[in-house]
């Protein structure tokens, strides 16, 4: 069965991004569209024939080219840039074609990749009549084992290696590449390394890649923020609520340009359409939920098992700032999920996601339940912050409050705490500096932005740029889980817990100011009210 342009065009951008050793943005900056916008026309939304040609002209290949699959669009490109032992073997891959490339210009020929001579192969390998990609290296190879394509050993897999990027250095060596610009759509310099093969590139794309310095992203990232305040306020001529109005309106789409700021040269890419279980996270209804279980807390404990003396007690009801905020910084999954059985150790192994747990039994009325308000027993899908809540409670270094879950099966993918940080600091910063002077319009503007964000990433109708309920539950998630954290603190510290709820209430009894720092910082807690309990004497 063909395949349609449109699927042909996708491949034939993978492989000339595994091929250029380029992102996604990278190639976004050149065309001159935002990332998140690449990663629709990739995922689901179709590539218009203006934005193809840019592509195209981009990797320096005809449109034609691009629009006719991986192996024609590696070819031509592989021409382009004076690689005819790559060009040669794709063009084999991809059969004839229509499309007439222009003749590249004349560079020194890859000398062939040595083969040991018939008369040494073993009896099970056989000489091909054209070469073919090796399946080890990716390479071309003139001999197959067992109808494999591949090299007899690995030092014919490293000088083939050597051969081709040789014959790349030399065609490097005789361009002179022109200045790069973020606008510019001029096919790319390729450096000798990415002689290698599409097979080895795309593996090397997966691995984390030298960041831009923490300081320069960091304050691209604050400018930012700011800038969009500063234009508003011009743009509505000094009118605070005009302002306010348009940066409300605007915090979705700010949201997510912020994140490729935060993410230029970054180590991973986002994936904002990752395929994802739907068993799982797909509603079954408008009305009804999926199945996730985010362990949000709804507890409030009785009088009866506070060990108080009789009498009046004062309760500090106390408020968690930027709860979201602060539960950006979590394990989030990074690309498609994996299916796995029984126990996984998701923390040794740096991954994250959903799994199906059966929790082991809570015994203690002086702390809520970490899995939450839930009254049906059984399996449950929770989301990796819960986990790693029980697991840490587990240990004797928190008590042994509970017995690890039992992991009946998971769907995590790799993992990193670190993928939303600059996101996260940049709006801690800009908050902050505008508590400190007094600017609500900033304030308000920064809480937008991270909490609109939050509530639209997964499937809502109102942020298309990103489609990541596994974000969205682990944010939720991690927030409930640090708002535990907070009870758990205190209760250790020998307040009373008396009522822990939603993500960012807790209710103590006692000398809370000796645990916790107040204040409006994202660190500290700030006190929204008093109430009292009174405890009767027994009868």
Not at 120 to 134: G, I, K, R, Y
Not at 296 to 302: D, E, G, L
Not at 408 to 416: I, Q, V
Request: glycine share 6%; hydrophobic share 40%.
């Amino acid at each position: 069965m063909s395949q349609s342009t449109l699927t042909k065009t996708r491949a034939s951008i993978d492989a000339l991004l595994a091929l250029s050793r380029q992102t996604q943005i990278v190639l976004a900056k050149a065309i001159g569209m935002p990332n998140y916008a690449v990663s629709r026309r990739q995922a689901s939304t179709p590539w218009q024939f203006d934005e193809a040609d840019r592509v195209a002209a981009h990797f320096g290949i005809d449109p034609l080219e691009l629009y006719a699959g991986a192996d024609v669009a590696c070819a031509a490109f592989a021409r382009r840039h004076g690689l005819p032992l790559l060009a040669e073997t794709f063009a084999a891959a991809s059969g004839p074609t229509e499309v007439d490339a222009a003749p590249a210009e004349p560079v020194a020929a890859a000398p062939a990749p040595p083969a040991a001579p018939d008369n040494d192969l073993p009896s099970d390998v056989t000489t091909l009549a054209t070469p073919a990609l090796c399946v080890l290296c990716g390479l071309p190879a003139t001999t197959a084992l067992e109808g494999f394509p591949q090299h007899v050993s690995a030092d014919a897999c490293a000088q083939a290696r050597e051969a081709v990027q040789g014959a790349a250095a030399t065609a490097a060596a005789a361009q002179t590449p022109e200045p790069a610009s973020v606008t510019s759509t001029s096919a790319p310099h390729l450096p000798a390394a990415a002689a290698a093969s599409p097979r080895q590139h795309q593996a090397e794309r997966q691995k984390p890649r030298p960041r831009q310095p923490r300081a320069e992203t960091h304050a691209k990232c604050v400018a930012f923020l700011r800038r969009n305040v500063q234009n508003a306020l011009q743009s509505a001529g000094g009118d605070v609520e005009e302002a306010a109005a348009y940066l409300e309106k605007k915090a979705i789409p700010h949201a997510m340009e912020l994140i490729d700021i935060s993410r230029a040269q970054g180590r991973y890419d986002v994936i904002a359409y990752p395929p994802l279980p739907d068993h799982i996270y797909k509603k079954p209804s408008k009305s009804k939920p999926n199945q996730v279980w985010e362990a949000r807390p709804n507890w409030r404990r009785s009088c009866e098992s506070l060990p108080l003396a009789p009498g009046t007690h004062l309760v500090g009801e106390l408020d968690m700032n930027g709860a979201y905020l602060s539960a950006l910084k979590t394990h989030l999954p990074l690309g498609e999920p994996e299916h796995t059985t029984g126990h996984i150790d998701t923390q040794a192994l740096k991954r994250s996601g959903a799994h199906l747990v059966t929790p082991g039994e809570w015994r203690h009325d002086h702390l809520p339940n970490p899995i939450g308000s839930r009254d049906e027993p059984g399996p449950l899908w929770i989301m990796e912050p819960t986990l790693r809540l029980l697991n840490r409670l587990s240990t004797p270094k928190y008590g042994s409050l509970c017995v690890p879950p039992e992991i009946h099966e998971s769907w995590t993918s790799g993992s990193t705490e670190h993928l939303l940080e600059y996101f996260r600091t940049a709006l801690t910063e800009v908050r902050a500096q505008a508590i400190q002077e007094g600017d609500d319009l900033t304030e308000n503007y920064v809480k937008s932005v991270y909490s609109k964000f939050v509530s639209t990433a997964g499937t809502s109708s109102a942020n298309h740029s990103l489609v990541r309920p596994d974000w969205v539950h682990a944010i939720r998630s991690q927030a409930f889980s640090n708002l535990y954290g907070k009870a758990l603190k205190a209760h250790t510290a020998g307040l009373h817990v008396v009522r822990v709820s939603g993500t960012d209430e807790l209710h103590v009894i006692g000398d809370w100011r000796s645990v916790f720092d107040e204040g409006r910082g994202v660190t500290e807690v700030k006190r929204k009210s008093s109430s009292e309990i009174i405890i009767s004497p027994e009868a």
